[in-house]
């Protein structure tokens, strides 16, 4: 199983974070995308990716500025950002997005960083990873601008209506789903998960968020909730398997698979 989607540089994990890698490994996992947030943790991010790397655990780096995080950037965080690509070759750009959950955060800032960083995965011919929270819709609307420019295009989480994921396939994108899928209430989610076409579904545990009903917690934080982890992947691949009545062995194979085309061109 590929975990297309987490952060595992995370401060909740700072005290489990090895152990919680080696029961990744134990449990499957063959590879994991870690994505960065703001300028920030991208030090944090390449720490992860060049301890673990040596598990048997193929591990993606994401640089990004996530929709959250746009404000208040330092001056020179584009030139941060190119330098992180051209030290990792195979390094994506992500989380990268709109978001409409926080609307404290003016839309059209997040827009202006979101197009400064598709140029930027177009010039360097980067797969990116984007975040669509309750914004699918404009984010559409600015994707076609770019769709056949970049690599690769991962919607994780995605959560939007039937409408738009015809558009994102249409487009070529890749659709990543969480843990809530494992939501018999998520209806939409849990559609939209039984009908991606297999060749560009993916499968996400956004560890050490969308804890899955049935997981087994990393941690707990310091609001006494549970933190996810990677190896709760399994929760994800047997729902999305039971939604489209195959085994969950072809549903962990085939979307480790595209992970690896969409991530790293293999
Ligand atoms: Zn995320």
């Known amino acids: 199983m590929f975990d297309a989607h987490t952060h595992m540089h995370d401060p909740r994990f700072d005290a ?30 390449r720490n992860v990716c060049e301890r673990y790397n040596s598990l048997n655990l193929v591990i993606s780096a994401g640089y990004g500025v996530h929709p959250w995080y746009v404000e208040n950037l330092p001056d020179d965080w584009i030139c941060t950002l190119e330098e992180a690509l051209e030290n990792n070759p195979v390094a994506v750009i992500g989380e990268i997005g709109l978001d409409g959950i926080r609307k404290s955060v003016p839309r059209e800032r997040q827009a202006a960083l979101l197009r400064r960083q598709l140029e930027l995965a177009a010039a360097h011919h980067r797969p990116v990873i984007l975040h669509g929270a309750r914004a699918w819709g404009e984010l559409v609307a600015v994707m076609q601008g770019y769709a056949d420019k970049i690599p690769a295009v991962i919607a994780h989480g995605f959560s ?18 969480a843990g809530s899928v494992c939501n018999v209430k998520a209806a939409k989610v849990r559609a939209a998960a039984a009908l991606v076409p297999l060749g560009q579904l993916l499968v996400e545990t956004d560890s050490p968020d969308i804890f899955p009903a049935g997981g087994t917690p990393a941690a707990v ?36 698979s ?7 061109g293999t």
């Open 160 to 177: 939007g209506s039937a409408e738009i994921m015809r558009t994102l396939i249409d487009m070529g994108f890749y659709l990543s789903f």
């Open 16 to 45: 489990v974070r090895e152990q919680v890698m080696r029961r990744a490994v134990a449990d499957q996992i063959t590879g994991l995308c870690c994505c960065g947030t703001a300028p920030s943790d991208w030090a944090a991010v």
């Open 258 to 264: 595209n992970a690896r085309t969409a991530l790293f």
């Open 221 to 256: 934080d310091e609001r006494n909730r549970p933190v996810n982890q990677p190896s709760n992947l399994k929760f994800v691949c047997n729902t999305v398997a039971e939604l489209r009545q195959v085994s969950a062995d072809v549903i962990a194979d085939v979307t480790a």
